[in-house]
């Protein structure tokens, strides 16, 4: 390789990989280490549910593209949980349960500020289901959320009170897991919340960004990657995974 296709070939590999010397003093490319869940790793995915997904209530712009995503790196994985965004009907996050309030205004609860949403993912419904396109066959439990009439929850781990736990930390840790990886929707809510209190609680705490999806409320995309970052969460792609 001459000099210049060697200074060429440096600056296109910068930052995606190791640029190695292999034997005859070539410049030879060695792809970066890929993450490689054990049993210590589980995949966390939250609320892939048809509410969520064109056609539902509550719909996350191209939440149905995650389906694919996660389907193609759910086998690498011998430990999923699935979470499922599980309303009372007149639930304290809707909308309709405020006279004169609109979708997307907040309200202030107990706990604090509460967006308030359109209803959606009420118990027992169809809306509610987990997509019939998600193919996790092992997955061990269904974290189900937001049941308390008064409380919502995001996270995965603790109502938005932030005092009832859901139990999600006691089975993780139970059963020794370490590692968390968090796909599904909504990238800028129950994902980050989800994964925020993963941080908190100790887990090491991936997140896959093209297996989400966010709703984006005036830039909460954005934020949350922030707040995600500033926490210690780990921002990867799911090619990031090593699926062999
Ligand atoms: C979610 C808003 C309301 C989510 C759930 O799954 O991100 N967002 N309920
Ligand atoms: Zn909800």
């Known amino acids: 390789m001459s000099s210049m296709n060697r200074r060429a070939a440096l600056r296109t590999l910068s930052g995606a990989g190791l640029v190695v ?3 005859g003093g070539e410049w030879a490319w060695s792809a970066p280490a890929k993450i490689k869940p ?4 589980a995949l966390v995915v939250v609320d892939v549910q048809n509410c969520f997904i064109t056609g539902g209530t509550l719909a996350v712009k191209n939440g149905e593209d995650v389906v694919p995503v996660i389907n193609r790196i759910a086998p690498a994985f011998q430990n999923v949980v699935l979470t499922q965004d599980w309303h009372t009907p007149g639930h304290a996050s809707f909308a309709s349960s405020y006279p004169g309030k609109k979708p997307f205004e907040t ?3 107990a706990y604090g500020t509460q967006v308030l949403w359109p209803d959606h993912c009420v118990q027992g419904t169809a809306d509610a289901e ?10 061990e439990l269904i974290v189900r ?3 308390h009439k008064d409380v919502d929850s ?5 109502e938005a009170d932030r005092k009832t736990p859901t139990g999600l930390e006691g089975y993780l840790k139970q059963r020794g897991i370490k590692k968390l990886f968090v796909a599904g929707l909504a990238t800028d809510f129950c994902v980050a919340w989800t994964a925020l209190d993963a941080r908190r609680a100790g887990f090491e705490t991936y997140v896959i960004e093209d ?3 966010g709703i984006d409320l005036n830039g909460s995309v954005a934020q949350a990657w922030k707040d995600m970052t500033k926490k210690g969460v780990k921002r ?3 090619d990031d995974i090593d699926l062999a």
């Open 107 to 109: 309200t202030k609860l």
């Open 236 to 238: 990867i792609q799911s």
């Open 145 to 147: 959320k937001g049941f």
């Open 130 to 139: 987990l997509d019939h396109d998600l193919k996790i066959p092992q997955a």
């Open 154 to 158: 995001y996270s995965a781990f603790e």
């Open 21 to 23: 010397l292999a034997g």
């Open 38 to 41: 054990d049993a210590t790793s």
């Open 211 to 213: 297996a989400c999806r």
